[in-house]
Protein backbone atom coordinates (compact mmCIF):
# COMPACT_ATOMS: atom_id res chain seq x y z
CA UNK A 1 0.00 0.00 0.00
CA UNK A 2 1.24 3.45 -0.59
CA UNK A 3 1.12 6.21 1.62
CA UNK A 4 -1.55 8.16 -0.68
CA UNK A 5 -3.52 4.96 -1.13
CA UNK A 6 -3.16 4.53 2.62
CA UNK A 7 -4.51 8.32 3.40
CA UNK A 8 -7.12 7.86 1.16
CA UNK A 9 -7.90 4.27 2.86
CA UNK A 10 -7.96 5.73 6.53
CA UNK A 11 -9.79 9.12 5.83
CA UNK A 12 -13.56 8.23 6.45
CA UNK A 13 -12.22 6.10 10.06
CA UNK A 14 -10.06 9.08 10.93
CA UNK A 15 -12.72 11.70 10.42
CA UNK A 16 -15.19 10.13 12.27
CA UNK A 17 -12.96 8.49 15.04
CA UNK A 18 -11.00 11.47 15.47
CA UNK A 19 -13.84 13.74 15.79
CA UNK A 20 -16.36 10.85 18.06
CA UNK A 21 -15.24 12.65 21.31
CA UNK A 22 -16.82 15.82 20.23
CA UNK A 23 -20.26 14.45 19.68
CA UNK A 24 -19.99 12.63 23.00
CA UNK A 25 -22.84 14.33 25.23
CA UNK A 26 -20.57 14.09 27.78
CA UNK A 27 -18.99 16.32 26.27
CA UNK A 28 -21.69 18.72 25.92
CA UNK A 29 -21.98 18.31 29.68
CA UNK A 30 -18.84 19.37 30.36
CA UNK A 31 -19.39 22.50 27.78
CA UNK A 32 -22.49 23.63 29.90
CA UNK A 33 -20.60 22.91 33.03
CA UNK A 34 -18.32 25.76 31.80
CA UNK A 35 -21.08 28.27 30.99
CA UNK A 36 -20.39 27.27 26.93
CA UNK A 37 -23.04 26.74 24.52
CA UNK A 38 -21.39 23.98 22.64
CA UNK A 39 -20.49 25.92 19.29
CA UNK A 40 -18.44 28.34 21.57
CA UNK A 41 -16.96 25.14 23.03
CA UNK A 42 -16.61 23.67 19.68
CA UNK A 43 -14.57 26.87 17.92
CA UNK A 44 -12.57 27.86 21.23
CA UNK A 45 -11.71 24.07 21.87
CA UNK A 46 -10.52 23.73 18.69
CA UNK A 47 -8.61 26.92 17.62
CA UNK A 48 -7.93 27.73 21.71
CA UNK A 49 -4.71 25.57 20.84
CA UNK A 50 -3.25 28.29 18.63
CA UNK A 51 -3.22 30.21 21.64
CA UNK A 52 -4.03 33.87 22.51
CA UNK A 53 -5.11 35.13 18.23
CA UNK A 54 -7.42 36.97 17.63
CA UNK A 55 -11.05 35.38 15.99
CA UNK A 56 -10.07 36.43 12.74
CA UNK A 57 -6.71 34.21 13.14
CA UNK A 58 -8.75 31.35 14.57
CA UNK A 59 -11.19 31.61 11.50
CA UNK A 60 -8.23 31.13 8.95
CA UNK A 61 -7.28 27.93 10.80
CA UNK A 62 -10.38 26.59 10.81
CA UNK A 63 -11.10 27.91 7.40
CA UNK A 64 -14.30 26.06 6.35
CA UNK A 65 -16.28 27.33 9.28
CA UNK A 66 -17.80 30.95 8.34
CA UNK A 67 -15.71 33.61 9.78
CA UNK A 68 -18.78 35.28 11.13
CA UNK A 69 -20.11 31.98 13.02
CA UNK A 70 -16.10 31.72 14.36
CA UNK A 71 -15.82 34.73 15.79
CA UNK A 72 -19.34 34.42 17.58
CA UNK A 73 -18.28 31.06 19.15
CA UNK A 74 -14.97 32.80 19.59
CA UNK A 75 -15.75 36.01 21.42
CA UNK A 76 -18.52 34.28 23.52
CA UNK A 77 -15.99 31.66 24.98
CA UNK A 78 -13.61 34.40 25.62
CA UNK A 79 -16.01 36.19 28.05
CA UNK A 80 -15.58 32.54 29.88
CA UNK A 81 -12.00 31.98 29.63
CA UNK A 82 -9.11 32.14 27.80
CA UNK A 83 -9.26 30.09 24.55
CA UNK A 84 -6.11 28.19 25.13
CA UNK A 85 -7.93 26.55 28.64
CA UNK A 86 -11.00 25.56 27.00
CA UNK A 87 -8.50 23.86 24.26
CA UNK A 88 -7.32 21.91 27.75
CA UNK A 89 -10.52 20.97 28.70
CA UNK A 90 -11.78 19.92 25.16
CA UNK A 91 -7.87 17.79 25.30
CA UNK A 92 -8.96 16.52 28.50
CA UNK A 93 -12.39 15.21 27.18
CA UNK A 94 -10.51 13.84 24.34
CA UNK A 95 -8.83 11.68 26.81
CA UNK A 96 -11.60 10.26 28.46
CA UNK A 97 -13.12 9.63 25.70
CA UNK A 98 -10.53 7.34 24.48
CA UNK A 99 -10.21 6.03 28.12
CA UNK A 100 -14.03 4.97 27.99
CA UNK A 101 -14.23 3.59 24.77
CA UNK A 102 -11.21 2.57 22.98
CA UNK A 103 -9.40 0.61 26.72
CA UNK A 104 -11.00 -2.42 25.41
CA UNK A 105 -9.55 -2.66 21.71
CA UNK A 106 -7.79 -5.42 21.01
CA UNK A 107 -5.17 -3.65 18.97
CA UNK A 108 -4.74 -0.67 21.15
CA UNK A 109 -1.08 -0.33 21.80
CA UNK A 110 -0.69 -1.50 17.92
CA UNK A 111 -2.85 1.36 16.97
CA UNK A 112 -1.26 3.55 19.17
CA UNK A 113 2.43 2.50 18.29
CA UNK A 114 2.21 3.27 14.11
CA UNK A 115 -0.37 6.41 14.44
CA UNK A 116 2.17 8.04 16.72
CA UNK A 117 4.80 7.34 13.82
CA UNK A 118 2.76 9.03 11.66
CA UNK A 119 2.56 11.86 13.79
CA UNK A 120 5.30 12.47 15.23
CA UNK A 121 6.94 11.68 11.56
CA UNK A 122 4.57 14.33 9.85
CA UNK A 123 5.25 18.16 8.26
CA UNK A 124 3.42 20.37 9.62
CA UNK A 125 4.25 23.47 7.42
CA UNK A 126 0.91 25.07 6.44
CA UNK A 127 -1.29 23.18 9.09
CA UNK A 128 -1.34 25.45 11.89
CA UNK A 129 -3.91 23.93 13.86
CA UNK A 130 -2.15 20.53 13.43
CA UNK A 131 1.27 21.99 14.38
CA UNK A 132 -0.67 23.46 17.39
CA UNK A 133 -2.26 20.43 19.09
CA UNK A 134 0.71 18.57 18.33
CA UNK A 135 2.12 20.65 20.62
CA UNK A 136 0.06 20.62 23.06
CA UNK A 137 1.08 18.12 26.45
CA UNK A 138 -1.19 15.49 26.80
CA UNK A 139 -2.26 15.24 30.40
CA UNK A 140 -2.91 11.45 30.28
CA UNK A 141 -0.60 8.34 29.24
CA UNK A 142 -3.14 5.95 29.67
CA UNK A 143 -3.45 3.95 26.22
CA UNK A 144 -6.86 4.69 25.28
CA UNK A 145 -6.27 8.60 25.85
CA UNK A 146 -3.04 8.12 23.93
CA UNK A 147 -5.02 6.56 20.89
CA UNK A 148 -7.43 8.97 21.40
CA UNK A 149 -5.34 12.00 21.16
CA UNK A 150 -3.33 10.77 18.30
CA UNK A 151 -6.89 10.00 16.64
CA UNK A 152 -7.29 13.64 17.05
CA UNK A 153 -3.76 14.78 15.14
CA UNK A 154 -4.49 12.44 12.55
CA UNK A 155 -7.70 14.33 11.38
CA UNK A 156 -6.33 17.79 12.11
CA UNK A 157 -3.51 16.45 9.83
CA UNK A 158 -6.14 15.31 6.82
CA UNK A 159 -7.99 18.65 7.40
CA UNK A 160 -5.12 20.78 7.18
CA UNK A 161 -4.19 19.02 4.01
CA UNK A 162 -7.70 19.76 2.68
CA UNK A 163 -7.29 23.27 2.82
CA UNK A 164 -4.10 23.49 1.31
CA UNK A 165 -5.58 21.39 -1.68
CA UNK A 166 -8.64 23.21 -1.74
CA UNK A 167 -6.87 26.45 -2.45
CA UNK A 168 -4.73 24.62 -4.71
CA UNK A 169 -7.82 23.81 -6.71
CA UNK A 170 -8.63 27.09 -6.80
CA UNK A 171 -12.13 26.26 -4.70
CA UNK A 172 -12.93 28.83 -2.00
CA UNK A 173 -13.86 26.82 1.61
CA UNK A 174 -17.27 27.19 0.94
CA UNK A 175 -17.11 25.81 -2.75
CA UNK A 176 -15.32 23.00 -1.47
CA UNK A 177 -18.54 22.31 1.15
CA UNK A 178 -21.25 22.70 -1.26
CA UNK A 179 -19.53 20.77 -3.94
CA UNK A 180 -18.61 18.17 -1.45
CA UNK A 181 -21.22 15.40 0.47
CA UNK A 182 -22.84 17.65 2.68
CA UNK A 183 -23.84 20.02 0.07
CA UNK A 184 -25.41 23.08 1.38
CA UNK A 185 -26.61 21.70 4.61
CA UNK A 186 -23.21 21.00 5.53
CA UNK A 187 -22.24 25.55 4.58
CA UNK A 188 -25.76 25.96 7.13
CA UNK A 189 -24.46 23.53 9.93
CA UNK A 190 -20.94 25.81 9.76
CA UNK A 191 -22.72 29.24 9.51
CA UNK A 192 -22.20 29.97 6.14
CA UNK A 193 -25.63 32.03 4.50
CA UNK A 194 -27.30 31.47 1.17
CA UNK A 195 -27.66 32.29 -1.50
CA UNK A 196 -25.34 29.17 -2.47
CA UNK A 197 -23.49 29.02 -6.23
CA UNK A 198 -24.31 26.24 -8.38
CA UNK A 199 -22.28 23.22 -7.22
CA UNK A 200 -22.59 21.27 -10.78
CA UNK A 201 -19.93 23.60 -12.34
CA UNK A 202 -17.21 22.97 -9.44
CA UNK A 203 -17.85 19.36 -9.57
CA UNK A 204 -14.46 18.79 -11.46
CA UNK A 205 -12.57 20.83 -9.24
CA UNK A 206 -13.31 19.25 -6.16
CA UNK A 207 -12.57 16.18 -6.91
CA UNK A 208 -8.65 17.57 -7.72
CA UNK A 209 -8.74 18.34 -4.27
CA UNK A 210 -10.12 15.22 -2.79
CA UNK A 211 -7.08 13.42 -4.53
CA UNK A 212 -4.63 15.90 -3.78
CA UNK A 213 -5.76 15.63 -0.31
CA UNK A 214 -4.60 12.21 -0.42
CA UNK A 215 -1.26 12.95 -1.77
CA UNK A 216 -0.84 15.79 1.07
CA UNK A 217 -1.43 13.79 3.42
CA UNK A 218 -0.34 10.93 2.80
CA UNK A 219 3.31 12.33 2.94
CA UNK A 220 3.63 11.54 6.22
CA UNK A 221 2.54 7.86 5.77
CA UNK A 222 5.82 7.09 4.67
CA UNK A 223 6.82 7.21 8.01
CA UNK A 224 5.02 2.96 7.73
CA UNK A 225 6.56 0.22 5.45
CA UNK A 226 3.69 -0.89 3.01
CA UNK A 227 2.62 -3.89 5.45
CA UNK A 228 2.30 -1.49 8.16
CA UNK A 229 0.51 1.13 6.17
CA UNK A 230 -2.45 -1.81 5.56
CA UNK A 231 -2.23 -2.93 9.24
CA UNK A 232 -2.63 0.48 10.65
CA UNK A 233 -5.56 1.04 7.85
CA UNK A 234 -6.99 -1.78 9.16
CA UNK A 235 -7.12 -1.01 12.85
CA UNK A 236 -8.94 1.85 12.80
CA UNK A 237 -11.79 0.38 10.35
CA UNK A 238 -11.91 -1.95 13.28
CA UNK A 239 -11.54 1.00 16.29
CA UNK A 240 -14.36 2.70 14.32
CA UNK A 241 -16.54 -0.32 14.48
CA UNK A 242 -16.38 -0.69 18.00
CA UNK A 243 -16.85 2.98 18.25
CA UNK A 244 -19.98 2.83 16.29
CA UNK A 245 -20.93 -0.55 18.51
CA UNK A 246 -20.01 0.93 21.84
CA UNK A 247 -22.41 4.65 20.21
CA UNK A 248 -25.14 2.54 19.65
CA UNK A 249 -25.50 0.96 23.21
CA UNK A 250 -25.59 4.50 24.63
CA UNK A 251 -27.59 5.62 22.53
CA UNK A 252 -29.70 3.16 20.29
CA UNK A 253 -31.62 6.13 18.83
CA UNK A 254 -29.29 8.12 18.24
CA UNK A 255 -27.19 8.38 14.82
CA UNK A 256 -23.16 7.70 14.73
CA UNK A 257 -22.60 10.81 13.21
CA UNK A 258 -24.86 13.01 15.20
CA UNK A 259 -23.34 16.11 16.34
CA UNK A 260 -25.41 17.42 19.03
CA UNK A 261 -24.87 21.31 19.87
CA UNK A 262 -22.41 21.73 17.28
CA UNK A 263 -24.31 23.18 14.37
CA UNK A 264 -23.89 26.76 14.09
CA UNK A 265 -27.80 28.05 14.46
CA UNK A 266 -27.68 31.94 12.66
CA UNK A 267 -31.00 33.36 13.73
CA UNK A 268 -29.73 32.51 17.77
CA UNK A 269 -26.68 33.45 17.30
CA UNK A 270 -26.86 36.50 15.44
CA UNK A 271 -31.05 37.27 14.95
CA UNK A 272 -32.95 37.82 11.62
CA UNK A 273 -31.57 40.57 9.34
CA UNK A 274 -27.93 40.81 11.31
CA UNK A 275 -25.81 40.08 7.95
CA UNK A 276 -26.31 41.85 4.84
CA UNK A 277 -27.80 40.35 1.53
CA UNK A 278 -24.39 38.06 0.10
CA UNK A 279 -22.93 37.90 -2.68
CA UNK A 280 -24.68 36.96 -5.83
CA UNK A 281 -24.25 32.92 -7.19
CA UNK A 282 -22.47 34.50 -10.08
CA UNK A 283 -19.81 36.60 -7.54
CA UNK A 284 -17.68 33.70 -6.96
CA UNK A 285 -18.73 33.01 -3.21
CA UNK A 286 -18.11 29.47 -2.40
CA UNK A 287 -20.03 26.46 -1.61
CA UNK A 288 -18.50 24.04 0.56
CA UNK A 289 -15.90 21.92 2.12
CA UNK A 290 -15.32 18.44 2.80
Known sequence: MTPEQAAAAAKSAVLELGSAFGHDPRTMRKARQLGLTGWAFYVAGRAGALGDVGPDTAAAAMAFVAPEAVRDGWEAARKVAPPVEIARHNLAECCR?????????YGLSRLVELAERVVVEADAAGMPLFAAWRAMPVPERAPGARAAVLLHLLREHRGGAHIQAVRASALSPLEAIVAGPDGESGATTFGWQPPYPSFA????????????????????????????????????????????????????????SARPGRAYDWTANRGPGFRKAGPSTDSGAARGAS
Open 97 to 105: WGRETLESF
Open 201 to 256: PLLRRRAWAEALTDRIAGQAYRALEPDERRELVDLLEAARELQKDQHRERQPNASA
